[in-house]
């Protein structure tokens, strides 16, 4: 169908990354029957309107919520107590990939033999001022509201490597999967599962009791969520029997 009316398609493009999370401009082009500038110039007016976030060869869902400096201050406690029992559950692993969540990102002084693969920039900060160098890190597009790296060069990269355990993070967590904001960083969450042997899910007890734009993925990738002791006990039993095994932090 052609969209020759502005207003109309725009409308359509707004739709689009509402209903998937991500539009490709080449495809966006392709299906609306205008050119790629158009629909390029139709993404930079929806971003200024804070419908759209512009990224490399499309847009994504303007990302709403906590800003990524101030998320870590939100249940700052739980969050410590969910980093310290990851790092006891990861511990002996050689190689332990990271994900770009703050809740994660506090694990990764507390490995102190492991290999840390990451695209978290906050984490490549860190460990690049450490004597021993330990570190794998993955660019590629930079996330300002994940504050990481993603795109297919990021991906390329970690498809490139094995690790023993995966500590991965999410917007929100329920029986119907894993959820997040931004469709870049969902698709890093499944290539880092997908490249390592275990899979913890690090979400405190308010993420599952939320709702997100983007699916990551089914609950059938997480080997154990690890959550907080505020974590409502029929919630819980709803995630065990699902398979799920929940370790709770206190």
Same mark, same amino acid.
Request: with cysteine; aromatic share 2%; proline share 3%.
């Given at each position: 169908?052609?969209?020759?009316a ?14 998937? =999370? ?6 966006a082009?392709q ?8 629909v ?16 490399? =060869?499309?847009?994504t869902?303007?990302?709403?919520g ?6 870590g201050?939100? =249940? ?24 770009? /969540?703050t ?10 033999? +492991? ?20 570190l794998? +890190?993955? /660019? ?5 509201? !994940? ?17 023993d ?5 999410? @917007?929100? #967590? ?6 997040? @904001?931004? #469709?870049l ?13 275990r899979?913890?899910?690090? +979400?405190? +007890?308010?993420?599952?009791?939320? !709702?997100?734009? #983007? ?6 990738? #997480?080997? !154990?969520?690890? @959550? $907080?002791?505020?974590?409502?006990? $029929?919630v819980?039993?709803r995630?065990?029997?699902a ?8």
């Open positions: 169908m052609r969209y020759t502005a207003p109309e398609r725009r409308a359509e493009l707004e739709r689009l990354v509402s209903t998937d =999370g991500y539009v490709a401009s080449a495809a082009a299906r609306l029957g205008v050119s790629e500038m158009t390029r110039r139709d993404l930079r007016l929806l971003e200024e309107q804070g419908v759209v976030r512009r990224v490399a =060869g499309g847009a869902i303007a990302s709403a906590v800003p990524f400096e101030s998320r201050a939100v =249940g700052a406690a739980q969050k410590q107590a969910i980093a310290e029992l990851a790092a006891r559950e990861a511990a002996g692993a050689e190689v332990v990939a990271l994900d770009a /969540g809740t994660v990102a506090a694990v990764a002084s507390l490995l102190r033999s +492991a290999t840390i693969v990451t695209h978290s920039l906050p984490v490549i900060e860190a460990l690049s001022r450490e004597p021993e160098s330990r794998i +890190a993955a /660019g590629g597009h930079y996330q300002p509201d !994940t504050r990481s790296f993603a795109g297919p060069l990021a991906e390329e990269t970690l498809r490139a490597v094995r690790c355990v995966a500590l991965l993070s999410a @917007t929100a #967590v329920g029986l119907d999967g894993l959820w997040g @904001t931004n #469709v960083d969902a698709a890093i969450k499944r290539v880092l599962a997908r490249q390592s042997e899979v913890l899910l690090l +979400a405190d +007890a308010g993420k599952l009791d939320e !709702t997100a734009a #983007v699916r990551i993925a089914g609950l059938d990738i #997480v080997d !154990t969520l690890i @959550t $907080d002791d505020r974590v409502d006990p $029929d819980l039993e995630f065990e029997s398979g799920v095994e929940v370790r709770v932090a206190r």
